[in-house]
């Protein structure tokens, strides 16, 4: 079994950044492609993004030009450092883990229990 646990959230001021950071344990043997997704209030969860051991990254379209997804393999941690945050990136940050080499199809075996960030005007 594979436990996930975020850190990093809080409040932050429009513009601002924050990094957040993802440790694993239990079978650590068994995750590949790790990631990040996000719920707001009323709203569909939704990935943020998500990065293969090989170093391949995919970014949701919120993400893209303002968070950076990173991994270290050897401690099976995943990062996300978001910049020029916006009011609507609030919500709750959950950190994901699969065993698939590749951004799985069929879902996510593994989830945090979710960080929140909260980004005011």
């Known amino acids: 079994q594979v436990q996930l646990v975020e850190s990093g959230g809080g409040l932050v001021q429009a513009g601002g950044s924050l990094r957040l950071s993802c440790a694993a344990s239990?079978?650590?043997?068994?995750?590949?492609?790790m990631g990040w997704f996000r719920q707001a209030p009323g709203k569909q969860r939704e990935l943020v993004a998500a990065i293969t051991p090989g170093g391949s990254i995919k970014y949701g379209d919120s993400a893209k030009g303002r968070f950076t997804i990173s991994r270290d393999n050897a401690k099976k941690t995943v990062y996300l450092q978001m910049n020029s945050l916006k009011p609507e990136d609030t919500a709750v940050y959950y950190c994901?883990?699969?065993?698939?080499?590749?951004?799985?199809?069929?879902?996510?075996?593994?989830w945090g229990q979710g960080t929140q960030v909260t980004v005011s005007s």
């Open positions: 994901v883990a699969d065993k698939s080499l590749a951004f799985p199809v069929s879902g996510w075996s593994s």
């Open positions: 239990g079978s650590i043997f068994s995750i590949n492609v």
